[in-house]
């Protein structure tokens, strides 16, 4: 499966079902807090995350919210 995360491919040989919350845990696994996500500009609720899957060819936003002043 060939996805885009943040404007760069990723090329996920041997997946060919994954959700968003699987995407995140491999991504990004100790930073979970914070994050929004968007797939094919079409955001995805958190209560959603588990269920969500991601399809072949998907262009996914992950958002990092930062703190400042």
């Keep these: 499966?060939?996805?885009?995360?943040?404007?760069?491919?990723?090329?996920?040989?041997?997946?060919?079902?994954?959700?968003?919350?699987?995407?995140?845990?491999m991504e990004i696994p100790d930073k979970q807090k914070g994050i929004a996500i968007a797939i094919n500009n079409s955001v995805v609720p958190k209560t959603e995350w588990e269920t969500k899957t991601i399809s072949n060819n998907d262009s996914i936003l992950i958002i990092k919210a930062t703190q400042g002043g």
Excluded: A, D
Excluded at 5 to 16: E, R, T
């Design 1 to 25: 499966m060939e996805i885009t995360i943040n404007n760069q491919v990723k090329n996920l040989s041997g997946q060919s079902s994954l959700t968003v919350q699987q995407l995140l845990n």
